[in-house]
């Protein structure tokens, strides 16, 4: 039986009418809708509280049976899931520090729910293959095999975006992680490519070259999969598995703890090396 594959998820909170009045009321716990196709087949639309991590509603949908649509009578980013094969109305709002990114969310929700084949449409660009969001568990015992050096100049590439950081907080991973700078990563630290091995596609030639994994990282493959981790991090989704990569659970909750995580881990890696050099 397949595994349960996230297609979408963005924050949001639930809303509720005011009795019997047309006035929606949004309650302030924190929240995510998932949307994800489910072990049997259908797809599911999910609430999720990001609080106490428990999915509190869970829906199944037909193609074409429901839409997602902003309710215009409301000043706020206030949204209504409702069907047109009954009265069903469920009502949310969006929580994402920033409306930036509101409309994408929607239009790309909007598009699976009349189509579960749908590909998602990301900062405007042209439509990207969905990738599977299992590539990424690795197992408990994994580790990010990164020595100081190399940690060290991740950190360089992440230091390039501390300043924008402060200006911009909704900084996304497609932002750090592109071609221009993760490529250095291969052709300067070769031996990194033997440890991506097992998490690279099976027809890749054995070892894999630094341009096999240039030509990766260029497609929209990649890119899909890099959106649906900064998604994933967006929504607090990946508490346990960035302990598997020897991060502090809390780097799962967003974007910026990740990136504070790895940047703490970088000036550890270099502390630790620096104290055993001066040991031997």
Do not use: C
Request: glycine content about 6%; aromatic content about 8%; charged content about 20%.
């Amino acid at each position: 039986m397949a595994d349960t594959e996230t297609l979408l998820a963005f924050k949001a909170g639930r809303a509720f009418r005011r009795g019997t009045t047309n006035f929606v009321d949004p309650n302030p716990t924190k929240g995510a809708i998932l949307l994800t196709m489910g072990e049997d087949g259908l797809l599911h639309f999910m609430w999720k509280n990001r609080t106490n991590d428990h999915v509190e509603e869970d829906l199944i949908l037909f193609p074409s049976d429901a839409n997602f649509v902003k309710v215009t009578q409301s000043s706020g980013r206030i949204y209504v899931l409702k069907f047109s094969s009954s009265d069903q109305r469920h009502f949310f709002w969006l929580q994402d520090a920033s409306s930036a990114r509101d409309d994408e969310f929607v239009n790309n929700l909007n598009g699976y729910l009349q189509d579960p084949e749908y590909s998602p449409v990301w900062n405007s660009s042209s439509q990207q293959p969905q990738a599977s969001t299992s590539t990424g568990s690795t197992g408990s015992n994994s580790q990010l095999q990164l020595n100081p050096e190399q940690l060290a100049q991740l950190q360089a590439i992440l230091q390039g975006t501390r300043g924008a950081s402060s200006q911009a907080p909704e900084l996304s991973l497609s932002d750090i992680l592109t071609p221009a700078n993760v490529a250095p990563l291969f052709t300067s630290h070769p031996e990194l490519i033997p440890t991506l091995f097992p998490h690279l596609p099976p027809d890749l030639p054995t070892p894999p070259s630094a341009e096999a994994l240039q030509r990766i990282i260029n497609s929209p493959q990649f890119r899909a999969a890099v959106s649906n981790i900064d998604q994933a991090l967006r929504t607090g989704l990946l508490g346990g598995l960035v302990t598997s990569l020897g991060l502090p659970e809390e780097a799962g909750t967003g974007i910026e703890p990740f990136l504070r995580a790895i940047q703490e881990q970088a000036d550890k890696e270099r502390r630790d090396s620096g104290d055993q050099m001066d040991t031997d």
